[in-house]
Nanobody
């Protein structure tokens, strides 16, 4: 089973930027769509952004225009460039394949904590 390791989180001030990285121990080229998700304290996990092998992207309305998802299949890595960060972006961020049934995914990595605070 594909193992995904998220990194790059941290503490950042409002308006700041971070770049998250999701490294796979296998070939993500076999997976059409990869995505980032996040879970804030006391809230359900939510979709953030997805990218296909063809480069098509999709974003949650709350991050559109501020976040950019990309993938490098040669490095088996998915990235999330986050800008204009807001306190509401504070959450643990995870990556996983994307499908319409993503809520049924039972295996998640440890995630990476992003905290936006002054």
């Amino acid at each position: 089973q594909l193992e995904l390791v998220e990194s790059g989180g941290g503490l950042v001030q409002p308006g700041g930027s971070l770049r998250l990285r999701c490294a796979a121990n296998g070939h993500i080229s076999s997976i059409n769509a990869m995505a980032w998700y996040r879970q804030a304290p006391g809230k359900e996990r939510e979709f953030v952004a997805a990218v296909t092998n063809g480069g098509s992207t999709n974003y949650a309305d709350s991050v559109k225009g501020r976040f950019t998802i990309s993938r490098d299949n040669a490095k088996d890595t998915v990235y999330l460039q986050m800008g204009s960060l807001e306190p509401e972006d504070t959450a643990v961020y995870y990556c996983n394949p994307y499908s319409g049934r993503w809520r049924k995914i039972s295996t998640w990595g440890q995630g990476t904590q992003v905290t936006v605070s002054s």
